[in-house]
């Protein structure tokens, strides 16, 4: 994760600055697309918000995963708004920085909400977490596990 935010600052939700190459080392990373006036989004956040819960806060020790949510809002305030009134205790792009069109054409985020699960350097693990978080619920994150290991062990 490092690669694809380095040089990038991002915030937690009391507005503080963090350091994307602490926060992600060595972590399945959730890319989460999503904006306040999309309904879908809107319905899925409560559900990733439980999710995200059970597995960094409720476990132990917690797993090592963290989600970045990149806003598709149309103001910082709506952003703001959105972050704070329904996710979870994690991290974001901030809505002034213009990478998130970049991370939107990486990987390839036509319409919102979009939960892309990455590994550390930012390689796929797949596009479908939505759908997987949906469907399998918890387990869906040691099959992640298991393919960035897999990752992993090739690249070495």
Request: proline share 6%.
């Amino acid at each position: 994760m490092v690669e694809v935010f380095s040089g990038r600052t991002l915030v937690n939700k009391e507005g503080d600055l963090v350091e994307p190459e602490e926060a992600l080392r060595n972590k399945v990373v959730g890319l989460y697309f999503s904006a306040g006036w999309c309904p879908p989004c809107r319905d899925f956040t409560p559900l990733l918000c439980d999710f995200y819960t059970e597995l960094v806060e409720e476990t132990e020790p917690p797993a090592q995963f963290e989600i970045v949510f990149i806003s598709s809002d149309k103001s910082t305030e709506d952003m703001v708004e959105y972050y704070h009134d329904m996710h979870g205790d994690w991290l974001a792009l901030p809505w002034t920085d213009p990478y998130k069109h970049e991370l939107k054409k990486r990987y390839n985020i036509t319409a919102v909400p979009k939960l892309v699960i990455v590994k550390e350097n930012g390689q796929v693990i797949t596009d479908k977490g939505r759908k997987q978080i949906r469907d399998q619920g918890l387990a869906c994150f040691r099959s992640w596990i298991e393919v960035a290991e897999i990752f992993q062990n090739f690249k070495g």
